[in-house]
């Protein structure tokens, strides 16, 4: 049976993936992906046969990856940071379908809301929710009512996509439903560029968020009421300061 | 300044560790962590001095591994999963406090929710929630409360610790919340021993969810509303096929 890898390559350099991800590059005969993510990789395998698509080509990238594997060859698609979060692995099981031939793998890999926690210190050590402001595939409703519940049940929140042209006021938006159920000056922060040429990060309150630019390679981290500002990290306590009493 | 890494292992074998992680525990000249974690990858690195805690003593093992590095050492503290997830990267920093001279440095890993996930299929493509149903250091009407609010927004949820000796019964008081807001027949699945020897895994109805006897080594999958069940695998679709349309 041909293998279709799924593989998540973590936020950027090839330090970040784990040996499992390379190992299903390295068997893979055909490498299919958005351009930008191909050409992390591409370097380390001239030899393979690859396959980009431009953005928004989601679809049409998947459909051609899941011929391919039909078609005897074992491939990988790659995905930036996890492929099961925000990812091409769903698209591909509904792309293949229920009795497709191909055996599918998920690799997973580092998502940003891991890898961008690591860079802030520690904002998601406690129960967290993960929201997409992106509307393109959501209605707006449901991301504010996704929003409004995380915010009145104190998760730790991380925001994927927070903003774009279409969609500079976004992040503001989100931020002034939080502000229903959280104090202004709950502790916040976001990263840039995770991981590659031009990292940045800041950390900040809630109010502050409010008025911060960021784009869409920004990941943005909203700590729970117990998050404090250690050091210029974000740490949010677990509850072993009332273990230690 | 000397440095104390806090890194993440992933679920289990070394082909789940990062590039960056390796490196870690290359450049450690201590190892720190719980025993069972330690002899994960003793074996890797026979001549490092190795410093192994028992479970519950995570106050004294960060202690010990902050004053280790204050002492000159290299240290690294290793987690499974993720050290930001549930994990001593947030004890590590309130232990150093403000004004440590060690430089501490998070390496992300891959936590349950993506390794369980992977195995699954594609639960947690889109917005999604992770709720520990321990209560050993969270009260449980915070873990209710969270549950409700998870349910009610129709996020996708992973719930880690599902289970203990002393907390039995958790698994079917959170699927008892959850059913407030979500059909019986929501998509869910479970992962046991994720990435090591013994690995299971199932998929199900949220009201069989409910009768499963689960252990601590199991990490829950709760689909959001949209999600289904494809030749035995879970799929979260992402929206493309509104796009499709």
């Known amino acids: 049976m041909q293998k279709l890898y799924v593989v998540g390559l973590g936020p950027g350099g090839r330090e970040y993936m784990t040996g499992e991800a390379r190992a299903a590059l390295e068997e893979a005969e055909l490498l299919c992906g958005y351009t930008v993510y ?10 393979k046969e690859v396959l980009a698509t431009p953005m928004t080509q989601e ?19 790659v995905c930036s940071g996890d492929a099961g979060v925000y990812g091409m692995a769903g698209l591909i099981y509904e792309t293949a379908g229920e009795n497709s031939p ?4 998920v690799v997973p890999g580092i998502t940003a809301a891991l890898s961008g926690a690591a860079v802030l210190g520690a904002p998601l ?4 929710a993960v929201i997409s402001l992106s509307d393109l595939l959501t209605p707006w409703e449901t991301i504010e009512k ?12 991380c925001l994927y996509n927070p903003s ?13 439903i939080l502000l229903e159920s959280r104090d202004p000056q709950n502790a916040c922060g976001w990263v840039k560029n995770i991981g590659r040429e031009g990292q940045e990060s800041r950390v900040m309150t809630l109010s502050e968020l409010m008025e911060e630019k960021v784009d869409m390679f920004t990941t943005v981290f909203i700590g729970n009421s117990s998050t404090r ?15 230690r009493k």
Chains 1, 2 share one sequence.
């Open 125 to 128: 050590i406690h129960d967290f």
């Open 102 to 105: 191909v055996e599918i793998v």
């Open 146 to 157: 996704r929003l409004r519940a995380a915010g009145e049940a104190d998760f730790c929140i």
């Open 59 to 77: 679809i049409e990238r998947c459909r051609m990856a899941v011929e391919a594997a039909e078609s005897g060859k074992t491939v990988a698609m």
């Open 38 to 47: 191909i050409d992390l990789i591409r370097a380390d395998y001239p030899d």
């Open 229 to 243: 500002v250690m050091g210029g990290k974000l740490v949010t306590p677990r509850g072993y300061e009332n273990k």
């Open 164 to 176: 774009s042209k279409k969609r500079a006021d976004y992040l503001k938006r989100a931020c002034g």
